[in-house]
């Protein structure tokens, strides 16, 4: 989203993964993960925290 202030997060798409249910199938997970990769240059360790949602869709394949 770009502001005054510059290029920011879109606080509807945030908002969208803070109110998501823990994910509970292969799908939900790749959700996830795409959510917080389209976020991850606004998300400081954006990768260190999303790491086990990853390992898990690496797992299941």
């Given at each position: 989203m770009l502001t005054s202030r510059g290029i920011e997060a879109n606080p509807e798409k945030c908002q969208a993964i803070i109110?998501?249910?823990s994910p509970t199938s292969v799908k939900e997970v790749q959700q996830l993960?795409?959510?917080i990769a389209a976020l991850s240059r606004f998300l400081?360790?954006?990768?260190e925290k999303?790491?086990?949602f990853f390992a898990t869709l690496k797992k299941s394949e």
């Open positions: 109110d998501m249910r993960t795409g959510r400081s360790c954006a990768g999303a790491f086990h």
